[in-house]
């Protein structure tokens, strides 16, 4: 069973530059949250998508966008990036839906630098 | 509004002692909580969680957490501390009641288990 991949691993950009993350979630899994961990911080939740719809967002501006494809793949893209974006951008994956109780796995992440 | 605490930024312990990693919460409704690990430059690592039923909970590499409603706790425990459990542990909860993907995080607090 192949776990949550996430690319790329490392990402540098400047201010005002746009990114695209991506994951592919793990196998059975339908959906899809993303979160960004700041240095030093928990992860902080940015939207989760559920059969390619939007499914609750976190307290980030429109500029943080997202994705999900038919086969539950999903990207976050982020436009006009500022330094303090600089972060792990975590994703994780959970079965069975948007039911409370089902864990989430999580990919290794990728580490955005924004100078 | 949901939120975590996790009050001790490190715990260090001995090999072979006992283990406590601390996290208080509090939510509107019925809480899930959750503990995740996370090692250096990796994602976060599924470790136990708490729906409902016995309030101790057996997780994955000897892990146990012990959740207690009038304390609005739900502590991580290990009877015996291994070298190899130094890392940075999680404790997150999900409302019941919110049918969303939103996972609450603390902090997080660094485990040091030296020999």
């Known amino acids: 069973e192949t776990g949550v991949t996430q690319s790329p691993t490392h990402l540098i950009k400047t201010r005002g530059q746009q990114v695209t993350l991506r994951c592919s979630s793990q196998?059975?899994?339908?959906?899809v949250s993303w979160y960004q961990q700041a240095l030093g911080q928990g992860p902080q939740f940015i939207f989760q998508?559920?059969?390619?719809?939007?499914?609750g967002r976190g307290n980030f501006p429109p500029r943080f966008s997202g994705l999900q494809f038919p086969n539950y793949s999903s990207e976050l893209n982020v436009n006009a990036l500022e330094l303090d974006d600089s972060a792990l951008y975590l994703c994780?994956?959970?079965?069975?839906?948007?039911?409370?109780?089902?864990?989430?796995?999580f990919g290794p992440g990728t580490r955005l630098t924004v100078l | 509004a949901q939120s975590v605490a996790q009050p001790e930024d490190q715990v260090n312990v001995a090999e072979g002692n006992p283990l406590t990693v601390k996290c208080t919460y509090s939510?509107?409704?019925?809480?899930?909580l959750f503990w995740y690990v996370q090692y250096p430059n990796r994602g976060l690592q599924f470790l136990l969680k708490?729906?409902?039923?016995?309030?101790l909970v057996k997780g994955s590499y000897g892990f146990e957490a012990e959740f207690n409603k009038s304390q609005t706790s739900f502590h991580l425990k290990k009877p015996s501390a291994l070298v190899s459990d130094s890392a940075l542990y999680f404790c997150a909860v999900r409302d019941g009641h919110n049918q969303g993907g939103k996972l609450i995080f603390g902090q997080g607090t660094e485990l040091s288990v030296k020999p």
């Open positions: 708490y729906i409902t039923g016995d309030n």
């Open positions: 994780a994956s959970s079965p069975g839906g948007t039911e409370s109780y089902n864990e989430q796995f």
């Open positions: 998508y559920y059969r390619e719809e939007e499914n």
């Open positions: 939510v509107s409704g019925n809480p899930y």
């Open positions: 196998s059975g899994h339908n959906t």
